[in-house]
Nanobody
Framework: QVQLVESGGGLVQAGGSLRLSCTAS??????MGWFRQAPGKEREFVAI????????SYADSVRGRFTISRDNAKNTEYLQMNSLKPDDTAVYYC???????????????WGQGTQVTVSS
């Protein structure tokens, strides 16, 4: 059974940092990434990373502030979020697939989500 389990969400003040983790079980994935959904808004792409880490992509809204990485030995990916803004408040979902996903395509697997709240 495939599972993606996120951790690391929480409450932080604007300008602060958080690191999200997502551990996959049951199999490995070529691509892993993150989406987020704010209240009243559609789920949106945040970042993606390939197996080797050689290919990454970010949403314009987070580029330069967020960094995605992975540790294949632990089957885990990370999202380091710096300079957080109140607009970053959302439920963050881990995503995984063997096919590329992003703005126009969805992953095959989702985590259950972890809440990130940024206070002003």
């Amino acid at each position: 059974q495939v599972q993606l389990v996120e951790s690391g969400g929480g409450l932080v003040q604007a300008g602060g940092s958080l690191r999200l983790s997502c551990t996959a079980s049951g199999r490995t994935f070529y691509y892993m990434g993150w989406f987020r959904q704010a209240p009243g808004k559609e789920r949106e792409f945040v970042a993606i990373i390939s197996w080797s880490g050689g290919r990454t992509s970010y949403a314009d809204s987070v580029r330069g502030r967020f960094t995605i990485s992975r540790d294949n030995a632990k089957n885990t990916e990370y999202l380091q979020m710096n300079s957080l803004k109140p607009d970053d408040t959302a439920v963050y979902y881990c995503a995984a697939s063997d096919e590329y996903f992003g703005l126009r395509s969805s992953p095959d697997y989702w985590g259950q989500g972890t809440q990130v709240t940024v206070s002003s």
